[in-house]
């Protein structure tokens, strides 16, 4: 057992950094698509200014180099286009690069139309402050010291552009107009497209945490596992010892001869088997895999054979089964499962011992039960934190870990588990399970 539970301290940290690594990859994607979006507009942007600076300010601009960069940024772009259109994981380093491929188009356009005096120089605070929100604080910082050498070398070697020095005139300066539309150009992109990237952040970080709550969840059902083995293995012995003495006390004529403790002996082994059935059940479903303890058979067979064994158990008074499945397929159901489902008809029958309902139906190549009962249903507190562990109105220890372990088993299915209070008193649960999760799709799947 301390192995195991040393094991699992190891892996589970392990699959839950692959999975936030994947939400950071995936958030990485979308800004990504950011900025190659934002390229088209600084394409865009670059196309218009340099016609307004030489038809409209007659303004003397070396056009065929400044055309020969735009056109490395359109086929840079067009090729970033191709690669990140669909969804792939990208990483720190390549929206580093990306930025770095921008700031240096900026700056050779920049180098061909005045350097420093030119009023766009500004846009370089557009990548900073984008690199910020995208990138980790040392590419962010590369980005500010590469801009900064960038706007140096442009001061010392760029020839300032042939415009008068008139910042007298204030706004007829083509100076100052020219500053005035480069703030606003800065200003209206950052609150574009920050706020997007601000979404997609937000995004990200809430699935993080639901992904660690998940891995806290599923390390929880682990260890409760491995604890629920451990105690299944040790309670083998004594209920086979239990067993042993049951069959000797049957024997015995002092027992043989009284008709009444005869009677209580028949019943106490039947109660031992049950025990010892639980117990096995508990040892086949902790850890085992899916086509080690499954079932073969079908979904009427199953439900059928499900529902008519709980009944027997539990002698609810009035007990209804609507079965709406068409076609019966075969099916591959584990333990876990049938326990799934034993739990969901359990907790209605406590809620409500006088009646319980069970609906099946598969809608859209997906396994839909619902469980309905006339109890006094959840309370909203109880539904907000529906499926976390120990969520109970029962005053006891331990309560509330049923429909912990439903909404996890139906996850791991790739399924879940909805539950509602239904408007003429009572509750209702809605298990679903893909088809693909539980069919037999060829002879490979054995039972």
Same mark, same amino acid.
């Given at each position: 057992?301390?192995?195991?539970?040393?094991?699992?301290?190891?892996?589970?940290?392990?699959?839950?950094?692959?999975?936030?690594?994947?939400?950071?990859?995936?958030?990485?994607?979308?800004?990504?698509?950011?900025?190659?979006?934002?390229?088209?507009?600084?394409?865009?942007?670059?196309?218009?200014?340099?016609?307004?600076?030489?038809?409209?300010?007659?303004?003397?601009?070396?056009?065929?180099?400044?055309?020969?960069?735009?056109?490395?940024?359109?086929?840079?772009?067009?090729? !970033?286009?191709?690669?990140?259109?669909?969804?792939?994981?990208?990483?720190? !380093?390549?929206?580093?690069?990306?930025?770095?491929?921008?700031?240096?188009?900026?700056?050779?356009?920049?180098?061909? !139309?005045?350097?420093?005096?030119?009023?766009?120089?500004?846009?370089?605070?557009?990548?900073?402050?984008?690199?910020?929100?995208?990138?980790?604080?040392?590419?962010?910082?590369?980005?500010?010291?590469?801009?900064?050498?960038?706007?140096?070398?442009?001061?010392?070697?760029?020839?300032?552009?042939?415009?008068?020095?008139?910042?007298?005139?204030?706004?007829?300066?083509?100076?100052?107009?020219?500053?005035?539309?480069?703030?606003?150009?800065?200003?209206?992109?950052?609150?574009?497209?920050?706020?997007?990237?601000?979404?997609?952040?937000?995004?990200?970080?809430?699935?993080?945490?639901?992904?660690?709550?998940?891995?806290?969840?599923?390390?929880?059902?682990?260890?409760?596992?491995?604890?629920?083995?451990?105690?299944?293995?040790?309670?083998?012995?004594?209920?086979?010892?239990?067993?042993?003495?049951?069959?000797?006390?049957?024997?015995?004529?002092?027992?043989?001869?009284?008709?009444?403790?005869?009677?209580?002996?028949?019943?106490?082994?039947?109660?031992?088997?049950?025990?010892?059935?639980?117990?096995?059940?508990?040892?086949? !479903?902790?850890?085992?895999?899916?086509?080690?303890?499954?079932?073969?058979?079908?979904?009427?067979?199953?439900?059928?054979?499900?529902?008519?064994?709980?009944?027997?158990?539990?002698?609810?008074?009035?007990?209804?089964?609507?079965?709406?499945?068409?076609?019966?397929?075969?099916?591959?159901?584990?333990?876990?499962?049938?326990?799934?489902?034993?739990?969901?008809?359990?907790?209605?029958?406590?809620?409500?011992?006088?009646?319980?309902?069970?609906?099946?139906?598969?809608?859209?190549?997906?396994?839909?039960?619902?469980?309905?009962?006339?109890?006094?249903?959840?309370?909203?507190?109880?539904?907000?934190?529906?499926?976390?562990?120990?969520?109970?109105?029962?005053?006891?220890?331990?309560?509330?870990?049923?429909?912990?372990?439903?909404?996890?088993?139906?996850?791991?299915?790739?399924?879940?588990?909805?539950?509602?209070?239904?408007?003429?008193?009572?509750?209702?649960?809605?298990?679903?399970?893909?088809?693909?999760?539980?069919?037999?799709?060829?002879?490979?799947?054995?039972?």
């Amino acid at each position: 057992m301390a192995v195991k539970l040393d094991l699992l301290t190891k892996i589970s940290p392990s699959i839950a950094s692959s999975a936030e690594a994947n939400v950071e990859y995936a958030a990485g994607h979308k800004n990504m698509l950011q900025l190659i979006e934002l390229r088209w507009i600084a394409v865009i942007g670059q196309v218009t200014t340099i016609a307004a600076a030489i038809l409209v300010f007659d303004i003397n601009l070396p056009l065929v180099h400044m055309l020969q960069v735009l056109a490395c940024l359109i086929a840079f772009n067009i090729a !970033s286009h191709l690669r990140w259109h669909e969804r792939r994981p990208v990483a720190n !380093s390549e929206l580093f690069m990306a930025l770095l491929v921008d700031v240096a188009t900026l700056t050779v356009q920049l180098y061909l !139309s005045g350097g420093t005096t030119n009023p766009f120089a500004f846009l370089y605070l557009l990548q900073i402050i984008i690199s910020a929100v995208l990138l980790e604080a040392w590419s962010t910082w590369t980005i500010v010291v590469v801009t900064l050498v960038c706007l140096a070398l442009l001061a010392v070697f760029a020839q300032p552009l042939a415009l008068p020095f008139d910042h007298a005139r204030g706004i007829a300066s083509i100076y100052v107009q020219g500053m005035l539309l480069c703030f606003a150009i800065n200003a209206a992109l950052l609150v574009i497209f920050i706020s997007r990237i601000s979404v997609t952040l937000r995004a990200k970080a809430a699935q993080l945490a639901d992904l660690r709550q998940r891995a806290a969840e599923e390390d929880h059902i682990v260890r409760m596992g491995l604890l629920a083995s451990g105690a299944a293995h040790e309670l083998g012995t004594p209920l086979a010892t239990l067993s042993v003495i049951l069959g000797d006390w049957k024997r015995m004529p002092e027992f043989r001869d009284n008709p009444s403790l005869a009677e209580e002996i028949a019943e106490m082994q039947t109660q031992l088997k049950r025990c010892k059935a639980i117990v096995s059940g508990i040892l086949l !479903s902790a850890g085992s895999a899916r086509g080690e303890s499954a079932v073969r058979t079908t979904l009427h067979t199953f439900l059928d054979g499900l529902l008519e064994e709980w009944e027997e158990r539990r002698q609810v008074a009035a007990l209804e089964y609507e079965n709406r499945i068409v076609e019966d397929i075969p099916v591959a159901f584990d333990s876990a499962l049938k326990q799934t489902i034993d739990n969901l008809l359990d907790n209605a029958f406590e809620a409500s011992p006088d009646w319980v309902r069970l609906e099946a139906s598969v809608e859209d190549d997906t396994l839909r039960l619902v469980v309905l009962d006339k109890g006094p249903g959840f309370a909203p507190a109880m539904l907000a934190q529906f499926g976390k562990p120990y969520q109970s109105t029962k005053n006891r220890a331990g309560a509330g870990v049923g429909l912990f372990l439903v909404v996890n088993v139906a996850r791991t299915l790739g399924g879940a588990v909805a539950a509602r209070n239904r408007e003429e008193g009572g509750a209702a649960v809605t298990l679903t399970i893909p088809l693909a999760s539980i069919a037999l799709s060829g002879e490979g799947e054995h039972a």
